[in-house]
């Protein structure tokens, strides 16, 4: 059973740093692309960062890039974890962070249950 966990999010002030973990399990890593998106209130759910599980390219959206920073451990097999660290943040930065796994052959995707990280002014 393929499971997404996000967790790390919470409420913080403008400049402050927060780190997202999102713990996967049940996915062949090899296989996958691993991807955080945030969803404000009232808006589309956009595209943040990515990361292969394999090898370390990496890909950010422009509003991000030079701010967050995407990671992951030493993934064993189907288990692993993959970070978002965010430093600078700023009160747009405020949304619904979900993780999500992609298999970069057939395209099937997984989502987590996202966390929410709010920055206030």
């Known amino acids: 059973q393929v499971q997404l966990v996000e967790s790390g999010g919470g409420l913080v002030q403008a400049g402050d740093s927060v780190r997202l973990s999102c713990a996967v399990s049940g996915l062949t890593f090899s296989n996958f692309e691993m991807q955080w998106f945030r969803q404000a209130p009232g808006r589309e759910r956009d595209f943040v960062a990515s990361?292969?599980?394999?090898?370390?390219?990496?890909?950010?959206?422009d509003s991000v890039r030079r701010r967050f920073t995407v990671s992951r451990d030493n993934n064993k097999g189907t288990v692993g974890t993959v970070y978002l660290q965010m430093n600078h943040l700023q009160p747009e930065d405020t949304a619904v962070y979900f993780c999500?796994?992609?298999?970069?052959?057939?395209?099937?995707?997984?989502w987590g249950q996202g966390t929410q990280v709010t920055v206030s002014s």
């Open positions: 999500r796994a992609t298999h970069r052959l057939l395209g099937r995707a997984y």
């Open positions: 990361i292969l599980l394999i090898g370390d390219s990496t890909n950010y959206a």
